[in-house]
């Protein structure tokens, strides 16, 4: 930028999105040179819910990458594998790293995942009343997640945000919006 010279480059741009493109262009609400230019190669990732069959597979690459020595038994696996994780793959690093943080036992049963609401196959059918809530939404996820490695690390921020691959300050934002409910004392803030 600002140069008067041109400079050849060897480039290949990656993006992602959970929109549909083609109809953002078709209702031109995406520009559609910008979509021809990017749109050279598109891999469609499903859902979590509907793969789940890799579930095995990524909470051993997660404990692997997070250094972990945890092992999930069947039973534990067979609970991730019934919940529907709206929250998809990021839902459940955070859930195995939840999980190997809290659960001191190396190897990880149902009951220490038995957090998540998993709904039976009646649940599942049913249709939601207008204005229901939903459990287990991200926020709260995210919310159970940091008061757990404060707990861990005995409330020392610092080690905490270190933990959480975020920095001092958004942990101390993302605290103070916690302390609104139940947690108001479990953080110490």
Same mark, same amino acid.
């Given at each position: 930028?600002?140069?008067? $010279?041109?400079?050849?480059?060897?480039?290949? #741009?990656?993006?992602?999105?959970?929109?549909?493109?083609?109809?953002?262009?078709?209702?031109?609400?995406?520009?559609?040179?910008?979509?021809?230019?990017?749109?050279?190669?598109?891999?469609?990732?499903?859902?979590?819910?509907?793969? $789940?069959?890799? #579930?095995?597979?990524?909470?051993?690459?997660? #404990?692997?990458?997070?250094?972990?020595?945890?092992?999930?038994?069947?039973?534990?696996?067979?609970?991730?594998?019934?919940?529907?994780?709206?929250?998809?793959?990021?839902?459940?690093?955070?859930?195995?790293?939840?999980?190997?943080?809290?659960?001191?036992? /190396?190897?990880?049963?149902?009951?220490?995942?038995?957090?998540?609401?998993?709904?039976?196959?009646?649940?599942?059918?049913?249709?939601?009343?207008?204005?229901?809530?939903?459990?287990?939404?991200?926020?709260?996820?995210?919310?159970?997640?940091? #008061?757990?490695?404060?707990?861990?690390?005995?409330?020392?921020?610092?080690?905490?945000?270190?933990?959480?691959?975020?920095?001092?300050?958004?942990?101390?934002?993302?605290?103070?919006?916690?302390?609104?409910? /139940?947690?108001?004392?479990?953080?110490?803030?």
């Amino acid at each position: 930028m600002g140069g008067t $010279k041109d400079i050849s480059l060897n480039v290949h #741009i990656l993006c992602a999105t959970n929109k549909p493109l083609e109809k953002l262009v078709e209702q031109k609400l995406f520009r559609d040179d910008l979509y021809y230019r990017l749109n050279v190669l598109s891999i469609v990732v499903p859902p979590l819910r509907d793969h $789940k069959e890799d #579930i095995p597979s990524l909470v051993a690459s997660v #404990i692997t990458a997070q250094g972990f020595s945890h092992k999930f038994d069947p039973s534990a696996l067979d609970v991730l594998r019934n919940y529907d994780w709206p929250g998809n793959i990021r839902e459940l690093k955070n859930v195995v790293e939840r999980t190997c943080i809290l659960c001191p036992n /190396r190897d990880i049963t149902a009951e220490d995942v038995s957090f998540l609401k998993v709904k039976s196959p009646a649940e599942k059918r049913a249709v939601s009343e207008p204005g229901e809530t939903q459990h287990w939404a991200l926020s709260d996820m995210e919310r159970d997640h940091i #008061i757990a490695v404060l707990k861990f690390v005995n409330g020392h921020k610092g080690k905490a945000a270190k933990l959480l691959e975020i920095n001092a300050k958004t942990l101390y934002g993302k605290s103070r919006n916690t302390t609104s409910s /139940r947690c108001t004392g479990e953080l110490g803030i």
